[in-house]
């Protein structure tokens, strides 16, 4: 894969939760980053990854492995978070190759994680609010999440919702969709 080809990295995070308000002294953490590789030019989904980040300042709840299935022994295993950027800028090209998510949650999650944790910032400018483009294309007047998207696309969700690799292989698909209705646009900025 070179620099020169048209891949789209789609990134979807995973973050600790809670039901009700946040524990006294913890903040949400990235514990799970997923990534698609999208070839624009092909139109396929080319290549999916997990990354499994361990939370520093706080832990995985109940309602947390609920949503996401993420056990704290599982992400306890995972990588350190600056390592984590480290891993998407080098394999990943991040900060070369635009990069969409649904909605602007993870970009956001990402500024303010490596802001708080003093991490380069691992992306580069030309990020997509994939949401966005979808409710424009297709004439929608509020923002569907991504399952509901999916219905209206008529795709099938596959694998777990609310689970980082599946959650960006679906939005990939989703990206696809766009594409094969003209309506998939790179848009810059933050």
């Keep these: 894969m070179n620099g ?15 039901e009700g308000k946040v524990p006294a002294g913890a903040v949400s953490e990235i514990i799970e980053i997923g990534l698609t590789v999208v070839d624009l030019d092909a139109a396929a989904r080319i290549a999916k990854h997990r990354i499994l980040v361990r939370p520093t300042r ?7 492995t609920e949503l996401t299935g993420l056990t704290q022994a599982e992400v306890d295993t995972g990588m350190e978070f600056a390592d984590a950027c480290r891993l998407l800028a080098s394999e990943h090209q991040a900060g070369v190759r635009p990069w969409a998510s649904w909605g602007d949650y993870d970009r956001k999650q990402f500024e303010r994680q490596c802001a708080a944790t003093e991490v380069e910032y691992p992306f580069g400018r030309r990020h997509t609010n994939a949401k966005q483009v979808f409710s424009e294309a297709y004439g929608l007047n509020r923002r569907q999440g991504m399952a509901s998207a999916l219905h209206i696309a008529g795709l099938p969700l596959e694998g777990r919702h609310h689970r980082g690799e599946d959650d960006a292989w679906n939005i990939a698909a989703l990206v696809l969709d766009l594409i094969g209705r003209d309506g998939w646009r790179t848009t810059s900025g933050g």
Excluded: G, K, M, Q
């Design 4 to 18: 020169d080809s048209r891949l789209l990295n789609v990134v979807d995070v995973e973050a600790t939760c809670w």
């Design 58 to 64: 706080s832990t995985v709840s109940e309602f947390c």
